[in-house]
Structures are given as structure tokens and as C-alpha cells.
């Protein structure tokens, strides 16, 4: 999640204008400078006696990279390159396979792939592991570098070679690389029921969400009988996007917060008076590709009681990212508070556990396949609530509603469960009173 570069420019001005007020401050600087004396001595024996000669420009960011690596996952140093990334999830089109993925011990494993794209027609799913790209093996190689052999014109063809747990062997996809057009909201009618999918909350994700609602209504000619907002594996984006989104769904009352490291550094964010969907049934998707920005959504519907929330637990990121600009093209990407939803939660390492937990069994390996989230990730922040997450996972006891085999529906022409789950439940719900409009306060901004 990205604040706006002023905001945080001039929190960096203001705590470098504030002097060294007392004997503590000008003990933990002491011990600070005799740290990076050692930082030094190592800086200074690498640039002499290591086998090849070392650019400087390799060490400095090499030790930046590891000195964020050491806090947490999503802190990180931001290159030219990574700005280009950034700008292409936020704004603009790629030539590509439409992947999203990342680095996990020198290994580049799959976070999920974009709907309608290259990589999810051949059938790559959230947790493989890519090895080889057109058959050379890319372990231990950067992420950017195998991002760039990725991306490339459009009508190229691309190999990848992948690693999918539960499977013993490895799988081979070609692809032809497409230009990724960042549709970041789809919508359609089924069964006099509106469905929003919501795949990234990129920088028109508000506006497109409000849109969707209007061209749900026009298509009727009427209110439908209620909405699904589907939020699976979207992996989150920009805080006011997702503000915007559950503000299309609340009529009244906090959003979320977040909370920095002193008690006092606390910003709360509020819906503005007006439902657009005028309270009508909401049913939200989740599943553990439902991440950050995603959860924001999710936790706020489901806290004022708006929604009810299906599917499967959620990824839980609970963490606000700060850009900090260094230069032209260059940040730093710092983790500087937790986000927490209406009711206090923090989905920090826990998640947002759905409200009526519905498996994807239409996935032929949805049991085989290993779920990866937050917890998962070395150097992860601890909830602070030391929420114990095994009260959260299942107890294996067989659900009788959902033992079908992938096959059996497929014969009955379902090919997403969770989906079609979500529509027979609104049928059945039907429409719902409108929710009385009250004054709130007005949003920060």
C-alpha cells in the first residue's frame, strides 16, 4: 500500500530537524556510529581482497537490500526498475504473461496469476515455483531479472518450467506473451444477480467499482437481487483505492485505521453518507490470495455487518507500506504501521476468516496444493494480539455440502464453486430493507 510522496517527504523533513534532546538519544547514536564502523572495516575488505574487483554501486545497494530484508518482507530498497514495476501495477499495460510473483530464498514462486492472461489459461496456479525460463535455470538469479526475461513484445513466445508441491513432476507451459491490459474491475449478471470482480486496487479501482454498479443496474433495468464482490487472489494496492471501494458499499462509520509505533500516531478513515447499492445483500470471495488492500475491504464489509464473507481465509497482510523517495527513481519502501478494521482487528499474520468458509472443490488439487500466506513468510510482523491461528484452520471433519468431486460439477456444467456457491445463497437471501442513510463524519483526506 503506497502513501502519497509529499505526505511522506515531509515526515522525513520533520524528524531530521529534530536535535539530540538528552544523554539517552547521544548513547544510542554512539553505539549507531560504532556499528557502522564495523559495517565499514567489512565494506572496506570486500572492495580490497575479494577475488574480482566490486563495483561500489553493487555493495551499497546489496547491504540496503539486506539491511531491509532484516525487518520484514515488504520493506525494500526501490531501483529504477522497480519503479517501472510499480507504475505498470498502478497505471499502465505490459508486454507479458500476466504473473504476479516473488522471491523466496532465491527462489520465484507464483503469487497468482491475473485473470484472462497468458499465464492463466495455461493453468498456472498461486504457490508454483518457477525454475527454468525458455530452459535455463533461474535460482538464484534476482527477481528482476527474471521479471525482464518474462516481459518482452507482444506475439513472443516464453517456456517456463515449474515446481507444483504435491506433484511430482516438474510442469512445462509455452506461452505466447500478450499486452496485459489493466482491466482492474469486471462485472456481469447472473441470475438477476450483480457479480463484481475486483482484481488489483490499481488507481481507477474505485471509480471502476462505482461504474460497475451503474452498468449492473442499466443492464437490469433495475436493482439486481444483491451483489458478489469477488476478491480472490487479488493481492491488494494503493490504501485509497480500497478506502474508495468499501466506500461504494457504506453508507456510514470507519473504514480502517492504521497505527505507527507511537500510541498517539493513529489515522482513521471514514465512509461518506451514501450506499450505492442501497443496502442490498453483499456476499464478499475470499480466499488466501485475498491480501493487504483486499482484506482492508473485506474486514470493513464485514465488521458493520454489511456483507457476509465466503470462501476461504485470507492471505494476512496487516502492514501499511510508506514510499520514502531518495532520489529521481529510487525509494525506500518501509513498513511504518499495522492497519487494523472497524472493530479493532488486525489481520496481521491471522487474517480475516470468512463468515461461512466454502472450500474451492471445483479445483481438482484444491486439497493437494499447499496454501501459502503471511505466516509463511520469513520475518513476518507478529500480531500483536498473539492471535493462536490453529483455532482458525480446519478440523478435518468432512463438510457434507462439500464432498462432490471436481468432475461431478464440471458434469453439471459448475466450474467455480465458490462462485456458484455465492449465487445460490443470495437466491435464497433475496432482497433486503435499505439501510437508513445517517451523518458521519467526513473522511480524512
Do not use: C
Request: charged content about 25%; aromatic content about 6%; hydrophobic content about 40%.
Amino acid at each position: 500500500m503506497v502513501r502519497p510522496f509529499l505526505q511522506a517527504t515531509a515526515i522525513v523533513g520533520a524528524l531530521a530537524l529534530v536535535p539530540i534532546a538528552n544523554g539517552a538519544m547521544a548513547q544510542v547514536d554512539s553505539d549507531s556510529y560504532r556499528e557502522l564502523d564495523t559495517f565499514m572495516d567489512v565494506y572496506n575488505r570486500v572492495r580490497a581482497s575479494y577475488v574480482d574487483k566490486v563495483d561500489d554501486k553493487v555493495l551499497v545497494k546489496g547491504a540496503i537490500q539486506g539491511m531491509l530484508a532484516a525487518l520484514d518482507p515488504h520493506s525494500s530498497y526501490v531501483d529504477a526498475l522497480d519503479f517501472d514495476n510499480m507504475r505498470i501495477a498502478t497505471e499502465g499495460n505490459y508486454g507479458g504473461l500476466g504473473l504476479t510473483v516473488t522471491m523466496i530464498d532465491g527462489a520465484i514462486k507464483v503469487i497468482a496469476p491475473t485473470e484472462d492472461t497468458p499465464a492463466a489459461r495455461a493453468g498456472i496456479k498461486a504457490g508454483d515455483y518457477i525454475t527454468h525460463i525458455d530452459g535455463k535455470l533461474i535460482y538464484g538469479g534476482s527477481l528482476d531479472e527474471a521479471i525482464s526475461q518474462m516481459r518482452g513484445p507482444a506475439n513472443t513466445k516464453v517456456t517456463l518450467t515449474l515446481v507444483r508441491p504435491g506433484q511430482e513432476k516438474p510442469i512445462t507451459a509455452t506461452m505466447t506473451r500478450e499486452i496485459i491490459v489493466q482491466k482492474p474491475v469486471k462485472w456481469e449478471v447472473k441470475d438477476g444477480i450483480g457479480i463484481i470482480n475486483i482484481n488489483t486496487f490499481s488507481a481507477q479501482t474505485g471509480a471502476d467499482t462505482r461504474a460497475a454498479v451503474a452498468a449492473i443496474d442499466k443492464a437490469l433495468g433495475h436493482k439486481p437481487l444483491g451483489y458478489i464482490v469477488d476478491l480472490r487472489e487479488n493481492g491488494g494496492g494503493l490504501l485509497n483505492e480500497a478506502i474508495e471501494v468499501s466506500d461504494v458499499f457504506l453508507d456510514h462509520g470507519e473504514i480502517v485505521s492504521q497505527r505507527g509505533r507511537e500510541k498517539t500516531d493513529i489515522e482513521r478513515y471514514y465512509a461518506e453518507a451514501g450506499d450505492l447499492t442501497q443496502g442490498l445483500p453483499i456476499i464478499v470471495l475470499v480466499d488466501a490470495g485475498t491480501a493487504s488492500a483486499s482484506e482492508i475491504v473485506a474486514g470493513a464489509l464485514q465488521d458493520h455487518h454489511r456483507a457476509i464473507v465466503m470462501g476461504e481465509r485470507t492471505f494476512g497482510k496487516g502492514s501499511v507500506q510508506t514510499l520514502l523517495p531518495l532520489g529521481p527513481e529510487t525509494a525506500l519502501r518501509l513498513t511504518t504501521a499495522r492497519y487494523y478494521t472497524p472493530s479493532g482487528r488486525s489481520v496481521q499474520e491471522g487474517g480475516i476468516e470468512p463468515d461461512l468458509k466454502v472450500p474451492q472443490i471445483s479445483d481438482p488439487d484444491y486439497k493437494d496444493r499447499p496454501v501459502f500466506r503471511e505466516a509463511d513468510l520469513r520475518r513476518h510482523l507478529i500480531n500483536e494480539a498473539k492471535v493462536d491461528n490453529s483455532v482458525l484452520e480446519d478440523d478435518g471433519k468432512p463438510d457434507p455440502r462439500f464432498t462432490e468431486s471436481a468432475e461431478a460439477l464440471k458434469k453439471r456444467g459448475i466450474e467455480d464453486f465458490q462462485l456458484h456457491y455465492a449465487l445460490q445463497t443470495l437466491g435464497r437471501l433475496g432482497p433486503a430493507p435499505r439501510a437508513v442513510a445517517t451523518a458521519t463524519p467526513a473522511r480524512k483526506r
